[in-house]
């Protein structure tokens, strides 16, 4: 609960009450980069969203289990889902990661911007996604780098990602050491900053830049 008496849960309903559609509906471009090679198996997706990254992964063969807190944005993709013949490949699972985790193993997980201007215990969740990867299988977490242009310039203003200026945005090097791996079992693939275009809320286009970290996790 916030100082404004709602909870997690109804702040990101709310936020994806807003409109029909509050991301692009495209896959994020580092999960299209970074899984492309991988033969499809079982995905675990946190903090789904509109579910644009499990259909991808579903309509390319995967297995995925999405997971969001808010149940609009578990509706809104199961209806993408839905629309695109794949309903039978993904679980839409509700969870506030603050407070259970999804059960089971999996070829792949991914988080990408798990961010939330309201209390989240993102190291421990990445943690437990960690521990969720089976042997052999991916950690894919993503992740901004810094807040977006026109929140720098108004400090009340939250973004399109629904952040606030002064929440902490790791860099890969911090994720990969708040995970506490034990450095024999996992192998680090990718761990670095890129830049990414997005359309800006006044429809003008920016750059941004956000940062990845891929692991996986050995025999
Ligand atoms: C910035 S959005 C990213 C959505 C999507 N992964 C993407 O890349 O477009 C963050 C997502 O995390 C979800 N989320 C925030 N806090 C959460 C929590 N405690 N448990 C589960 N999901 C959460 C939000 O509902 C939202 O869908």
Redesign the pocket.
């Known amino acids: 609960m916030s100082d404004d008496g709602t909870t ?2 109804q702040f ?1 309903d709310d ?2 009450s807003e409109s029909e559609r509050i ?2 509906g495209d896959p ?1 471009t580092v999960l299209v980069r970074e899984t492309a090679d991988l033969p499809p198996g079982t995905a675990l ?6 579910g ?2 499990a259909v991808w992964l579903a309509r390319r063969g995967w297995r995925v289990t999405a ?4 149940r609009v ?1 578990l509706e809104r993709g199961a209806r993408h889902a839905a629309d695109a013949g794949v309903a039978d490949r993904v679980d839409w699972q509700h ?5 259970s985790f999804p059960k089971g193993e999996f070829d792949l997980v ?7 201007p ?1 209390e ?1 215990p993102r190291e421990e ?1 990445l943690r437990a996604a960690a521990a969720a990867v089976a042997p052999g299988g991916t950690l894919l977490i ?1 992740g901004h780098a810094g807040p977006p242009p026109w929140e720098q310039q108004d400090h009340d203003h939250a973004d399109g ?3 606030h200026h002064d929440m902490h945005l790791p860099t890969p090097d911090e994720v990969l050491e708040s995970l506490r791996l034990p450095q024999d079992k996992w192998e680090v693939l990718h761990s670095g900053e890129h830049e990414r275009v997005q359309t800006a809320p006044d429809g003008s286009t920016i750059t941004r830049t956000d940062n990845a970290l891929k692991l996986r996790r050995l025999r």
């Open positions: 997690a849960e990101w936020r994806y991301w692009s994020n997706d946190l903090g789904a969203g509109e644009a990254d997971v969001d807190i808010s944005a969870h506030d990661l603050a407070v991914s988080a990408h911007f798990l961010h939330s309201r989240m969740i993503v990602h629904g952040h």
